[in-house]
């Protein structure tokens, strides 16, 4: 199977990169590991408004729904089911469903993974009961399923604290939110506000994790004490990092970045990896926000059709300096920083 | 533990699909996931580990921590949270190792 440009991964960076090579006339192949599209953001039901001027502010769905919108209406062929599983000798990449290999020959590849909750050991982490943020967030907003009826939350960022939120609103008791930091993680006041009632202990930890066949006490150690809470659902919100084995397949270098996520592919300002044929975006490229991740699609996108040769490279400059622009503009100050130091190191790379 | 009334989104899943989990029926809706369906009709344990023997269930909902394997249609090691149900599906734990050598010998 012959393509220009091979999208791997179907978030919201992928699903943006894969329209913007579509609109400029390459032929798309966009595949997906999950038999949904959109990653995360297809199960998000908070708001977001710090995007990117072509997108309407709304919830994380709603921009789902208007990004999967405009896939039917484009050429791109899509795979879902399909999970990126090596590469041939002669470049091509290999795509399976479980059942049989696809062998795809692309001229330019865009890997946009995604990232991965961390996960946080303690005794008792492995009970069911215990659970990613992330995965109570897909249960409540795609699977229509509470996932307990009596919860903490572990972690106090953001993330963290609009599921917590999310939980309270579909009846479950969230009794705690345990912070392991000295102060609350987020920064958003606003947030605070609004899950006013539920108890945050900062400075604290799970000690342990109890129950038969599944989750029925949780031990956590304040700086007053220890305190037992009877629950059936440990939320984690330990942050998230990049994906990184479609980059080990291809050969790319990587590099630690503890302000991108820690290892990271290494990446030039074109959103270039140390293999040729491979650009990067989305989270892959550093853990980020929604409006970022979009842009990053967009810049591989371009970069990638300029080097095809389907756009030229007049134009495809001008695209590139006013997304950076933009970028600079939505990105998180430190994060931007960090991406910066992480191209400007990266320059250097010779093919 | 099915949410009927969401607090944000207006539309839910509606129709109602059986399947069975260890030989049981059970009711889910059209549209979950394996993981999902099982935990609407409350079960938290999907299986046991393999070296330890302890319960296990779903974790990251985005088939990376391979948490809660299942086995369907006699394929061992199925994701649950990646797979879609189907009407009629038959659904067991993973409580051991699969008896993948025997099957080969015995077909």
Known sequence: ?351 | MEIKQHPILEKTLQDDIYFYFNDKKMKAKKGQTVAGALMANGILEFGRSRKLNQARGLYCGVGRCMSCYVTINNQYHIISCTTLLEEGMKVYSNNSDPKVGRDVIEN
């Not at chain 1, 995965?135 to 996932?147: D, G, K, W």
């Open chain 1, 1 to 351: 199977m012959k393509t220009d440009v091979l999208v791997v991964g179907a978030g919201p960076a992928g699903i943006k990169a894969a329209l913007t090579a579509d609109r400029a006339g390459a032929d798309v192949i966009l595949i997906d590991e999950s038999v949904f599209l959109g990653g995360q953001l297809r199960s998000q039901t908070q708001y977001f408004s710090n995007l990117p001027k072509n997108i309407d502010s709304g919830l994380g769905i709603e921009i789902y729904n208007e990004l999967e919108n405009q896939l039917n209406n484009s050429n791109i062929t899509v795979f879902t089911n399909h999970t990126m599983v090596g590469s041939f000798k002669n470049g091509n990449i290999g795509v399976s469903n479980g059942e049989k290999v696809l062998e795809i020959q692309s001229k330019k590849n865009i890997l946009a993974p995604g990232a991965q909750e961390e996960a946080l050991i303690f005794p008792g982490w492995t009970l069911p009961g215990v659970m990613t943020a992330g995965a109570a967030q897909i249960l409540v907003n795609r699977e229509f399923v509470r996932p307990g009826n009596e919860a903490i939350m572990v972690g106090s960022n953001i993330f963290a604290l609009e599921v917590a939120l999310l939980l309270q609103q579909c009846g479950v008791s969230v009794k705690a939110i345990i912070e392991e930091q000295l102060n609350i993680q987020c920064k958003d006041t606003s947030k605070l506000g609004e899950i006013g009632n539920i108890p945050i202990f900062t400075s604290s930890r799970i000690k342990a994790a109890r129950g038969r066949g599944k989750v029925e006490q949780v031990i956590i150690e304040t700086p007053n004490g220890e305190n037992e809470l009877y629950v059936d659902l440990i939320c984690v919100a330990n942050g998230f990092r990049p994906i990184l084995e479609p980059f080990e397949i291809l050969n790319c270098e990587f590099t630690y970045k503890k302000g991108l996520g820690g290892w990271i592919p290494k990446y030039d300002n074109r959103f270039l990896t140390g293999n040729p044929n491979c650009y990067v975006a989305g989270n892959a490229a550093g853990i980020t926000d929604l409006g970022p991740i979009l842009l990053t699609g967009e810049i591989a996108a371009w970069n990638a059709l300029g080097e095809i040769g389907l756009v030229s490279s007049i134009v495809v400059d001008k695209k590139i300096k006013n997304l950076w622009v933009e970028l600079s503009r939505l990105e998180d100050e430190y994060v931007f920083k960090e991406r910066l130091n992480l191209i400007n190191n990266t320059s250097a790379i010779k093919y």
